[in-house]
């Protein structure tokens, strides 16, 4: 059976640095698209970054400069570094990927088209 296992999520201070991992077990990553979502509390679940099969990679305007998202294919696992943490970045973090679709990139996708997802890890900003 496929699946996800994310680590990395925890309650940190405004400012601060968390590095969110996710590994695949069942499955390759080797040529998928794979992104990291953010969920709000109330709101739906928005890309904040992601990676296409030929590297490109995206960032959602609210992340950019403070998130990276890298990735070991190798390995099956991708990570997603953030710095200067915001309050407004609380919210649980789901890692996702496309293993059928190659041509849309990753941003324009719509969630149900990331057919692989994480268990979810929460992450809190607060002082």
């Known amino acids: 059976q496929s699946q996800f296992v994310e680590s990395g999520g925890g309650l940190v201070q405004p400012g601060g640095s968390l590095t969110l991992s996710c590994t695949a077990s069942g499955l390759s990553l080797g040529y998928a698209t794979i992104g990291w979502f953010h969920q709000a509390p109330g709101k739906g679940r928005e890309v904040v970054a992601c990676i296409n099969t030929d590297e490109r990679t995206y960032n959602a305007d609210s992340v950019k400069g403070r998130f990276t998202i890298s990735s070991d294919r190798a390995k099956s696992t991708m990570y997603l570094q953030m710095n200067n943490l915001k309050p407004e970045d609380t919210g649980v973090y789901y890692c996702?990927?496309?293993?059928?679709?190659?041509?849309?990139?990753?941003?324009?996708?719509?969630?149900?088209?990331?057919?692989?997802w994480g268990q979810g890890t929460q992450v809190t900003v607060s002082p």
């Open positions: 996702a990927a496309d293993l059928s679709d190659f041509v849309v990139p990753c941003e324009r996708k719509e969630n149900y088209e990331y057919g692989y």
